[in-house]
């Protein structure tokens, strides 16, 4: 059974607790921003920001909504991250969190480009650096506690829960309180499925959301890394195929052209 | 001749300073790190060094495998003399690209991680391991021009040690090597390609494609021999030997055949896909994909195949140029034009970036200079064991 949490941007409101939460519990050292005429801050997450509230102004049917929606790991059901790295040190765990491990990470960053939500950060500042994102408070689950920011938000916009039963909540309240929510539950199938599930009040393209398809990103890659092993065997055996040939046959010219001159000589 | 023997100073002492200033910019990256050396940042995470110096830098060092292949394998013996200096070619790019990732890795005195904690899924795995094992099999691949060299030398202490023995092991150890080479190659080449193919929501679909690996493979053996017809061109005109016109042509026929064979897969994909309007209607991508198909394929298989040209060194040389730059303009296409990764990032390189790069290459082609003067990379004696074989039944 995978863990997994429900956003409900309905619920949230903006209160960015979320955010210190985070901070806090990851020992992660503030920023220094400037005032860009907006709630929002930091403008982006970074190697020390895990998660952030994004704030959008949007226009649906007619109506002025002012709408949130927490930005961090997605904690995919199939992660191109982890697949993207060669050492391994990223890995899709069992009860739903993405981890990353440094003892293995050698900064090639193949994590950040792969991201399809662009979540892995790095450590640009520092001479021995890593990579950060939200580790879903993988640490915390072990010891049988949420995550910190679903632990503090006071709204109950965050839920926590076995991803079965939350993405039938979601369901059910999309179901129950028609013209509420579009009808999208963003998470449930996006690249196969994601551990963070998200419910809004308009279409999630107006909150920044890349619209993906329900196919895993790294279906691909598995076909291309399938056929390593039968392409490795196929070219050497082709390979030395036709040097074998080509080498018989200037043997074979050889042996013919000696019996020719036997022939002359006589 | 004089001009030429006083202008060598000018040009290595040039070099020299590209090298030392690229040198200086490494250890300036190492004491304060990528951020305040490169202009890359979360949303732009690669940039010049893995767009150049991997990508192009791989590709362009095909010249290896395909001109070994060519004259170990398929026995056109013709191409003997073009294949050792591609093989040297080949092994300082692959020296180049290893070098350029332990300045590109955020921690590169973990680089033999790769060595111990394998993720077969991932494609930069296949090519880690590809790059490393295929730089040492280029090695040994060169090295009979080293002993070959060593057993001339006439110093006691050189002169102790009998080097036809590691140079009768190599020979005799050839063949594999260079099927060893060829099948490496093939999966590295590809396996580039592979990588790309985990960005299916970001890079554009006019170069998205499952067959990428191929199209990278394909292209990478058109541009091979491409790269050799330029380099051993400039080589021929700096150290003054001959370039056999037959040779040259030869390579530019096969090239034209390749990359027929390349436009073919690539037009054939974009219709199976059903994308084939997004080259009229997916501005500004879609200049991109002009611009690598017009200058490094198109143009060039109509001009390698008018007789005018293939009698002409000189203008073999410049389609080759086409070549070589149209498939650089495809690299940096997919590895950072055409990738959109993340919203509200822009991204050019950082002066320093430059220097790096630039002093790689001013390394390789210092240390071509060099090995073109110490080491028999031309003219050397036949090490193909059936060559008298071949000779004698042509007769």
């Known amino acids: ?51 952030k509230i994004r704030f959008s102004e949007v226009e649906d049917e007619g109506k002025f909504q002012w709408v949130f929606a927490k930005v961090q790991c997605m904690h995919c059901e199939h992660p191109a991250c982890a697949t993207a790295c060669l050492v391994g040190a990223l890995q899709k765990t069992e009860n739903g969190p993405v981890v990353y491990d440094d003892r293995k990470c050698i900064g090639c960053r193949y994590c950040m480009i792969a991201c399809p939500f662009g979540i892995p950060n790095f450590q640009w500042d520092d001479p021995l650096p890593w990579i950060r994102k939200c580790t879903f408070c993988g640490d915390r689950q072990g010891g049988g506690f949420k995550p910190a920011c679903v632990t503090t938000c006071p709204t109950g916009a965050l839920k926590f829960g076995e991803r079965e039963e939350l993405v039938a909540e979601a369901r059910e309240r999309i179901d129950t309180a ?26 999630f393209e107006k ?5 993906l398809s329900s196919e895993p990103v790294t279906v691909d890659v598995a076909r291309a890394m399938g056929a390593v092993p039968p392409v490795l065997v196929g070219v050497a055996a082709l390979m030395t195929g036709i040097y074998w040939l080509i080498q018989r046959r200037g043997k074979m010219r050889q042996t013919k052209d000696d019996d020719k001159e036997v022939e002359v000589t006589k | 001749m004089m001009q030429r023997i006083r202008s060598f ?29 490169t202009n890359l940042s979360d949303g732009r995470p690669w940039g010049l060094w893995i767009s150049f110096d991997l990508y192009c830098g791989v590709a362009l060092a095909a010249g290896g495998f395909t001109l070994a292949g060519v004259v170990y394998i398929f026995r056109q013996e013709k191409y003997h003399s073009v294949a050792r200096p591609a093989i040297l070619t080949a092994f300082l790019g692959y020296t180049l690209v290893i070098l350029a990732l332990l300045v590109d890795l955020g921690q590169p005195w973990y680089l033999w991680h790769a060595l111990i904690y394998w993720n077969v899924h991932s494609p930069l795995f296949e090519v880690a391991m590809c790059v490393m094992a295929y730089t040492a099999v280029l090695a040994l691949e060169f090295s009979p021009a080293v002993f070959e060299r060593l057993s001339e030398v006439n110093l ?44 299916p929501e970001t ?64 037009l054939v994909d974009l219709m199976a896909r059903g994308d084939l309007a997004l080259v009229l209607t997916a501005y500004p991508h879609n200049l991109l994909w002009w611009g690598e198909i017009i200058i490094g394929v198109v143009v060039p298989i109509i001009l390698f195949s008018l007789p005018s040209v293939r009698q002409s060194n000189t203008k073999l040389f410049w389609c080759a140029v086409l070549v070589v730059a149209g498939l650089v303009f495809n690299r940096f296409n997919v590895s950072m034009l055409a990738l959109d990764i993340r919203p509200g990032y822009t991204y050019f390189p950082h002066w320093m970036e430059f220097a790096v790069s630039a002093g790689l290459v001013a390394d390789a082609l210092l240390i071509t200079w060099l090995a073109n003067r110490l080491l028999p990379i031309v003219e050397h004696e036949d090490d193909v064991p059936s060559k008298a074989v071949l000779e004698t039944g042509s007769h």
């Not at chain 1, 059974?1 to 960015?16: E, N, Q």
């Not at chain 1, 009808?183 to 499925?193: A, L, Q, S, T």
């Not at chain 2, 690229?22 to 050396?37: P, S, V």
Request: proline fraction near 7%; hydrophobic fraction near 45%.
């Open chain 2, 9 to 37: 100073p000018t040009g290595t002492s040039i070099l020299s300073a590209v090298v030392v200033i690229g040198l200086i910019t490494m250890i300036l990256r190492y004491i304060n790190g990528l951020g305040a050396t």
């Open chain 2, 203 to 266: 890079l554009s679909p006019l170069w998205y494609t499952p067959i990428l690996p191929i199209l990278f493979l394909v292209s990478a053996i058109a541009v091979g021999p491409a790269m050799v017809l330029f380099e051993s061109t400039l080589s021929s005109r700096v150290f003054g030997h001959k370039l056999g016109l037959d040779i040259v042509s030869g390579l530019g026929r096969a090239i034209a055949y390749i990359l027929g064979l390349y436009l073919l897969l690539k």
């Open chain 1, 207 to 211: 909150l920044g959301f890349p619209a």
């Open chain 2, 156 to 199: 006691p202490i050189i002169r102790r040690f009998n080097w036809h023995i590691p140079l009768r092991i190599i020979r005799a150890i050839q063949i594999p090597l260079v099927i060893a080479g060829i099948v490496l190659s093939t999966l590295h080449q590809s396996s580039l390609g592979s990588m790309l193919l985990l960005m």
């Open chain 1, 1 to 51: 059974m995978s863990k997994a949490v429900l956003y409900d941007a309905t619920k949230c409101i903006g209160c960015r607790a979320c955010q210190v939460a985070c901070k806090q519990w990851n020992e992660l050292p503030s920023e220094e921003t400037s005032n860009r005429g907006t709630y929002e801050n930091p403008p982006k997450t970074s190697a020390y920001t895990f998660t």
């Open chain 1, 178 to 203: 028609p013209g509420k929510y579009v009808d999208h539950i963003y998470g449930e199938k996006e690249v196969g499925g994601t551990s963070w599930l998200y419910l809004s009040p308009v279409p």
